[in-house]
T-cell receptor
Framework: NAGVTQTPKFQVLKTGQSMTLQCAQD?????MYWYRQDPGMGLRLIYY???????DKGEVPNGYNVSRLNKREFSLRLESAAPSQTSVYFC???????????FGSGTRLTVV | KNQVEQSPQSLIILEGKNCTLQ??????????LRWYKQDTGRGPVSLTI?????NTKSNGRYTATLDADTKQSSLHITASQLSDSASYIC????????????FGKGTMLLVSP
C-alpha cells in the first residue's frame, strides 16, 4: 500500500544513547518532514527536506540531525538522547505546493 | 507569530448526535486550511483541505467551512459513530517559506454509545 513507513514503532533509550529513526515514502513525493508531538501541544516541525539533496531546520531542530538519503528516505538521528526528547515522532511527505501531505504512523520514543 | 486555536479542547457526545468543532487562526499569508483526524496511536489523516476561495467542503459525514474574512473554520460531524472518536486537528498552511504548516492542538472527541 502506498504511504509513509516509519521504523521502529516503539523505542526506549537511556540518556546519552544515540539512535536513528527511519522513514520511507513510495509516493514519489519531493518533500519530506519530521515532526514531534507532545501532550497538549500541536505537532512541531523538527527538520524538513524540500527536495532530494536539501535539508532545513524547522521550529525545534536542537539535538537532532537528518539525512535525505535519496528521494524515498529521510532519517532522523538523535546523537545523545535526553529525557526532553521523549515524544512521538512523525514523518510526513508531500508533493508540490504541500499537497498530498501524508503522515506515517509514528515512532513512540521514551528516553530514561 | 502564526497561531491556530481550536475549541473545545475535548468533547463527549452520544452516538448518532451531531457536533461542531471550531478553529480560529492568525496565519499570514494564508494558503489553505486542512482538517485532520488522528486516531489514538496513529498518524494524522487528511479529511478536507480548503483554499481561500472555498467556503465549504464535505467528505462523507464531515463538512468543513471556512470564513477567510474572520479567519475561522469549523468541522461539522453528522450522525456521529463510535469510530469518530479521535483527535481532530486544524492545520493552516502559509505561502511564506516552504509549505509552512501551523498546527492546532486538536479537539479530542469521544463518541459514547
Amino acid at each position: 500500500n502506498a504511504g509513509v513507513t516509519q521504523t521502529p514503532k516503539f523505542q526506549v533509550l537511556k540518556t546519552g544513547q544515540s539512535m536513528t529513526l527511519q522513514c520511507a515514502q513510495d509516493m514519489n513525493h519531493n518533500s519530506m518532514y519530521w515532526y514531534r508531538q507532545d501532550p497538549g501541544m500541536g505537532l512541531r516541525l523538527i527538520y524538513y527536506s524540500a527536495s532530494e539533496g536539501t535539508t532545513d531546520k524547522g521550529e525545534v531542530p536542537n539535538g537532532y540531525n537528518v539525512s535525505r538519503l535519496n528521494k524515498r528516505e529521510f532519517s532522523l538521528r538523535l546523537e545523545s538522547a535526553a529525557p526532553s526528547q521523549t515524544s512521538v515522532y512523525f514523518c510526513a511527505s508531500s508533493g508540490g505546493n504541500g499537497y498530498g501531505y501524508t503522515f506515517g504512523s509514528g515512532t513512540r520514543l521514551t528516553v530514561v | 507569530k502564526n497561531q491556530v486555536e481550536q475549541s473545545p479542547q475535548s468533547l463527549i457526545i452520544l452516538e448518532g448526535k451531531n457536533c461542531t468543532l471550531q478553529c480560529n487562526y492568525t496565519v499570514s499569508p494564508f494558503s489553505n486550511l486542512r482538517w485532520y483526524k488522528q486516531d489514538t496511536g496513529r498518524g494524522p489523516v487528511s479529511l478536507t483541505i480548503m483554499t481561500f476561495s472555498e467556503n465549504t467542503k464535505s467528505n462523507g459525514r464531515y463538512t468543513a467551512t471556512l470564513d477567510a474574512d474572520t479567519k475561522q473554520s469549523s468541522l461539522h460531524i453528522t450522525a456521529s459513530q463510535l469510530s469518530d472518536s479521535a483527535s481532530y486537528i486544524c492545520v493552516v498552511s502559509s505561502v511564506s517559506g516552504y509549505s509552512t504548516l501551523t498546527f492546532g492542538k486538536g479537539t479530542m472527541l469521544l463518541v459514547s454509545p
